[in-house]
């Protein structure tokens, strides 16, 4: 059968970091409190210059790089994103020009954070349709466009950045050995929506809008809904969480990660951490951490590796991956 594997991994990060003592300046807070309620230590913020399209094509070259390929020889280019840079047409496009590619097609996913667990769920059943071969699936996001920086519940959270993979078509044997995406399980439930959301859009307001997060409730849902997608994953693959060898959650908040874990019997040892360098960087969280884990040696060719997911609508999701 096709199998979608993993032939190389990229990131891109603003070149401006922002650490903890300078919200100090701007709202009621202190490093003390971000670092124990989030563990956020910092986080990197866009220049005028940098865009999602610029971060995404950055890590999108250096994944090809990663890989050994070429942009020419990409059929699909997918964009988890929310801040794309124009309402329209996707950001997608403008990568794919940005990078050369001529052919093929592209199109943005927008899942807020779940984003890249949606994305490269998406791009896997193109490959399996026979519809691309090789594609690029990118996580980028400057959500300091969006943030209130006056609203100290949400405006230490989050950070730019972009990460990004190349899938390509490969032949498995349909079996848990097999290298590539093993199993997914995507779930959304819009009666959440009011958690956490963006007030504003073009069909609303006419605005972009800011951030606006029900921080407590969204805790409250999130560990349960992350294990159960996690489970479905587990049952679909005939696994339990003994045989991962690696859990790349979204870096949202270190707690949330840690009860994840805890609940679902993963040693921490096998978590990779990020959200202390990155803050939460939505839709571009999953891969910036994967490609942490392989620039640090931890993830590596034949890992089973638990990608993982929850974002605003609410949307949730989790994949498995034999890298």
């Known amino acids: 059968m096709i199998r979608s594997a993993v032939r190389g991994v990229g990131s891109s990060l603003p070149r401006r970091i922002m650490t903890n003592k300078e919200f100090e300046k701007l709202v009621e807070t202190s490093d003390a409190w971000i670092v ?16 999602t399209a610029s971060l995404g094509e950055a890590a999108a070259r250096n994944a090809l790089e990663n890989a050994g390929l070429k942009p ?3 059929d699909l280019v997918v964009l988890a994103t929310s801040t794309p840079n124009n309402t329209f047409p996707a950001t997608a496009v403008e990568i794919q020009h940005r990078l050369g590619i001529d052919h093929g097609y592209a199109f943005d996913m927008q899942a807020v954070c779940s984003g890249f667990v949606y994305a490269i769920t998406t791009a896997d059943l193109h490959i399996r349709g026979g519809l691309a ?3 690029l699936v990118i996580g980028s996001e400057t959500f300091s466009r969006i943030l209130d920086w006056s609203d100290r519940t949400t405006c230490v959270l989050f950070g730019d950045g972009a990460g990004a993979v190349v899938l390509e078509a490969t032949e498995g044997r349909g079996t848990i050995e097999d290298r590539g995406v093993l199993a997914a399980s995507l779930r959304s439930d819009g009666a959440q929506k009011e958690k956490l959301y963006v007030d504003g859009g073009p069909s609303t307001t006419g605005t972009v809008g800011h951030l606006r997060m029900q921080g407590r409730e969204v805790f409250k849902h999130a560990v349960g809904m992350i294990t159960d997608v996690i489970e479905d994953v587990f049952a679909k693959a005939g696994i339990t969480a003994a045989d991962i060898d690696w859990f790349v959650p979204h870096q949202a908040n270190k707690r949330i990660i840690d009860a994840s874990a805890k609940k679902l019997g993963i040693a921490e040892e096998k978590v990779i951490i990020t959200v202390d360098l990155h803050g939460n960087t939505s839709a571009a969280s999953v891969p910036l951490a994967l490609a942490h884990g392989v ?6 060719r034949g890992d089973l590796v638990l990608l993982e997911a929850m974002g605003g609508g609410f949307t949730w999701g989790a994949v498995l991956v034999r890298w």
Do not use: C, L, M, P
Not at 36 to 43: E, L, N, S, V
Not at 295 to 300: A, D, S, T
């Open 36 to 51: 124990q309620r989030t563990g956020i230590r910092q986080r990197h913020i866009a220049s005028d210059d940098e865009t």
């Open 133 to 135: 071969r090789r594609v």
């Open 295 to 300: 620039e640090q040696g931890k993830i590596r």
């Open 72 to 74: 020419d020889d990409i």
